[in-house]
Structures are given as C-alpha cells and as structure tokens.
C-alpha cells in the first residue's frame, strides 16, 4: 500500500509539473509571434506598394496569431487597415506608387467606394497606381481598378462585364 501511494503521488506531481510546463512554453510561443508580427515596415527609396486584395473584406481587422500555423490562403483584410496604409504610402516620400491587385474581394460597394476614393485621393499627390489581374476581374474589382492609370489583364483571363440595369414589367390590359 505504501509503494501504490508513492507511486500515485510521483505520477499526480508528473502530471501537475508537465501540465505547468506545457502552459507556459504555449504563453511563450504565442506571445512571441504576436510581438514579432508587429515589426514596422522600413521602406526603401523607389519602393512601389503592393495593395494585394484577394479574400474578404471586414470592417475592422483581428488579428490572430494562430492564422501563420494554419495557412489559410483566404485572407480577411480589414478596411481600417487598408485606409490607413494607403495614407501612410501617400505620405511617404519613399513610394513613388501603387500595385493593385485584386481579382476576387468579397465586400460591398459601399467598401469599395471608400477604397475607391482613398486610392483618388493617393492619386492627387501625384503618385501613380497600376492595376493588374491574373485571373480576370469581376465587376467589383473592375470597379475598383478603374482608378488605375493602367489597367492590365492577362490576355488568356475572361473578362465579363454585364453592367448594371433595371426594367419595368409592363403588361397589357392588367
């Protein structure tokens, strides 16, 4: 009886101290990538910012460490944070430009008129902004590409622009 006691505290005390030590290296890890994600951007002279804008748009963007380890290709931007960089590369003297790439945002129109006019507004500084798309435009990003001083496609990408309509339903004797 005295061996299955010590045996059972020493396997408890086991438990307990790699429990303890597991913790605290997972607080460490994640702590460690959030302060390292948060690193300022130097930018050299001549540079050309890349406005990559492929996945979904949110009003306000989360961060979440865990998004690195499990490599989603479908980013969620938030429009916050697009805004303000396009601010920022307007007032730096370091970027001469903008590279638009969007082929497939999912947001609405109203988030885009807002993208639209900070774009405007970069434009006014005398900067330049080129879009291109590899896999082809659907109207939301045509929209916001138009802002573009070029515009370029890949001549093997479809291209389906349908407008926007509306009718009225007339029918006789009704």
Known sequence: MKDFLKFTFATITGIIVSVVVLVFSSILVVFSMVSSSESETQVRKNSIMMLDLNGALAERSQDNPFDALMGDNYKTYGLDDILSSIKKAKENENIKGIYLQASSL?????????????????????????????????????????????????????????????????????
């Open 106 to 174: 999912g947001t609405s129109y109203a988030s885009l008129q807002e993208i639209r006019n900070a774009l405007l507004d970069f434009k006014e500084s005398g900067k330049f902004i080129y879009s291109y798309s590899n896999l082809g435009y659907s109207q939301k990003s045509y929209y916001l590409a138009t802002v573009a001083d070029k515009i370029f496609v890949n001549p093997e990408t479809p291209l389906l622009l349908t407008g926007m309509s509306s009718s009225i339903s007339f029918y006789k004797e009704t």
